[in-house]
DNA sequence: CTGAAAGCGCTTACAG
DNA sequence: CTGAAAGCGCTTACAG
């Protein structure tokens, strides 16, 4: 491989002047020492070693993209689509910019400590990890971070992107409710986090015209496939009573049309279902599902661009930024 | 940060020593010596810098995943699932053997070529690469690489990763020639590649028992969703008669069950389907699509154990591996 | 405007 | 069995 050494030599100048223009010190350097020398980096394909920029003050330009495991529905978690989506639009991104991506797996949290200690990466987009996780990792490392889908049981003390989730979950309430589904029921595997929100924007939504939404009418189902579908069944009568199901995941809302289906109920004459994600399957099955769509791509663009400025040493205005979300109308709500 | 040199002097001994119980260089160091080391540097979760590893001797130990572009059905590349369970065991894999993942936009090959430089990764593997792209990166780069599932026009001059396309295809045209379909279709985007070696598979077993299974029967349809759609309603009456449809993807059999269901055309009754790659959505859709299975973990695995050995200076016994294939019988075709 | 020199944190032949 | 020293390829105060 071709060093600054080399260049130098081959201009007839000194690594400082070679440096200096590579890195754009470029206002105590002539015109003409600046053309020779950028002629020759370019006609050689110059590139610096990194091992040596680390060693020598600049930094890594590494920004960590930390896997948490979230092994919901049994997947790994880049074998989400939306995670996926995430990553690789980070990973555009972070290019462009000038840096580079590594992926660091989350499950153990002294893992990432090793991985960005040792490669001084300067900065970690973090998806997956609940708070606590957040906690025992920011205790360790002192990086800048950017949770992705990150609640916290109070107030946010850390930067975060998140879905609106609230705002989501109004849109279905509201939704349901005028095409006259106000028994509908919100149906997750959670009562926390995600979940929670989502939830809380159906019950306000439902309860718009001064009408009371119970807490009955969250139904939390096991995260384990089996046991959700023996739920379901057990479940059925009331479901078939309330004629409208808000999923909180486009997953979960096309496994029970399914189960619907194999039971011979149909949707959504019998009974409305919803999403939430907009998954790129959403609008594969039959009926197309209706779902709240998020802009993932949009959400990788403001986590970058947040975690950046936290690198160039600047505060977030604030720390839970939200990626704005929208209904999308399709065909399992009986209209 | 904590130095070599920190540690050193906790222990009273030299930089030399450390380095050598570090790595292993253990044969010249008293056992009383190594233990002190090691309690030390254990206790201060010492990790050493990489930027000074890489400049001395070592290697990098990065391995550059490369994402090439892959911009089928109007993905990004990682939002494929199968690309991201592919990257994501890749990633996990990796780390578990002490090395690390940077990710690579595959695009632009002089990227790829600086960006492998800078750092000096020890390897690579590549996705969504063609023949030529291949060629034309190893051209200026000379590092180990490993393709995910590359095709050459003629004999396999890289090592490469694949399905055993023409295995597969010869199950799917087994098993439909089996239920009576002898003049099924076979359905795919290009005439090359791995659509080529599946419609290879699936002719050959049309012809087991004497038959000639005209080339006629490999339907070759457009790329863009739009005009793919006008297409299969241009062949509508040519598919009701052939009574089975084979398709080189999941991707392509669902879209095509979702434009049958559309016309109000039952399936398997009215005609049966198959895919190909058993996407975690191929048991989503209804009726549960008919596929071709492939081990994605066990790629990954072997694609990762392959580029290994290259590192250590091995050579491989074959150039192309494939990954083995089987069918999966669901609803989508008539029994 | 240009360059000699120190320094970043490691490893490794080599001497003892 | 242990350590002093050179060297990896860069950057950056500093001197001229």
Redesign the interface.
Known sequence: ?IRLQDIAEMAGVSRTTVSNVINGNTKRVSQETIDKITAILKEQ?Y?????????SGHG?RIIG?V?GFHYAHG???????F???L???I??ET?EKGY??????GENIQ?V???A????VEGLIILGYNEEQYRRLSRKLNKKMIMIDTYPEGAYTFPNVGVDDYSGGYQIGEYLYSRGYEKALFVAETDKDTDYYRWMGFKQAMEKRGKFCSRSRYIVVPGEKHLRLRKYGELLPRFLEARALAFSSDYDA??AM?FF?DKGIRIPDQISITGYDDS??AS???PKLTTVHQDVRQKAHVALKCLMKLIQGERLEELNIKSPVYLVKRDSVRE
Not at 47 to 55: A, C, D, R, T, Y
């Open positions: 491989m394909n590139v610096p070693h990194m091992g040596s920029v680390m060693l890594s993209v896997l997947m790994q978690s880049l074998q989400d689509p995670v996926g989506e990553v690789g639009t990973q555009m290019e580079y991506v590594m992926l660091i797996g893992n400590v090793d991985i200690s040792k490669w001084n096309i496994e399914n289906f790129i399957y594969m099955v039959r």
